[in-house]
């Protein structure tokens, strides 16, 4: 089953608890703790406005998870693995670039009250800034296609302005930084079961030398670093470390 939703680009209010699907391409003003919600019923702005959240896809939950818990662990990676897929191809983004944005992707279900009236949607938003942001920055008009150029600008691309990358909230590479996200490793296959902590990091340390010396043009002294997955990660769908380039370009 699927639903017939139209874009639209006007703001509204919608229901504090709605039972219908959310509309598809609606925009709104979202901060970091409104993504941090299990639900969501923002009102809706004009995408010519000011927002930092555009809704990229809107279905129905499958019907193996109408009689699931409100909580259940199922709808979580149901939701992870579709807003994922929809979130590269809504932006034209390979799985490499995808990591490396400073947006994301926030996915929310009904409320508590709109699931006990029979509610079963999900609602997946890209928005402005990663996990780790205490601001969320404008979007353009809309999001899609942004990085279908295999080029995007650097106020898309994540950086790090700091020693270290581990712990440093992620910003754009338009301002001033000291690390840049320049690439990825896949460390294993979709079906692979997960190959532990210590090869999942000696993996992605190997690539991570090779690949940031030949992004740097083989200098004869650099520094890299890498953001790598647990398997927590590795059960939603995760299969790439992010190599990070020592740069202030």
Partial sequence: MTLALALTACGADEPSDPVEAPELGACRMLEPDDVAASANSAPTVDCEQDHTAETYAVGPLPS??????????????????????????FLGADESMALRTILSRAWFRPSQEAWDKGARWYRCDVV?????????????????????????EDKWMACVNGEAVPGAPRIPCSEAHTWRAVTTIKVGADK?????????????????????????????????????????????????????ARTTT
């Fill in 64 to 89: 193996e998870l109408s009689d699931a818990a409100y909580d259940d662990a199922d709808i979580g990676a149901f939701a992870y693995r579709t807003c994922s897929q929809a979130f590269m191809k």
């Fill in 128 to 152: 402005g800034g990663t996990d780790d942001a205490t601001d969320f920055v404008l979007l353009p008009t809309t999001a899609k296609g942004l990085m279908s150029s295999g080029v995007p």
């Fill in 192 to 244: 692979d079961p997960y190959p532990g902590d210590r090869l999942v990091e000696v993996k992605s340390r190997d690539f991570c030398d090779t690949s940031v010396s030949a992004w740097l043009g083989y200098p004869l002294e650099y520094k890299f670093a890498y953001t790598r997955f647990h398997e927590a990660e590795w059960k939603t769908g995760n299969r790439r470390s992010i190599c990070w």
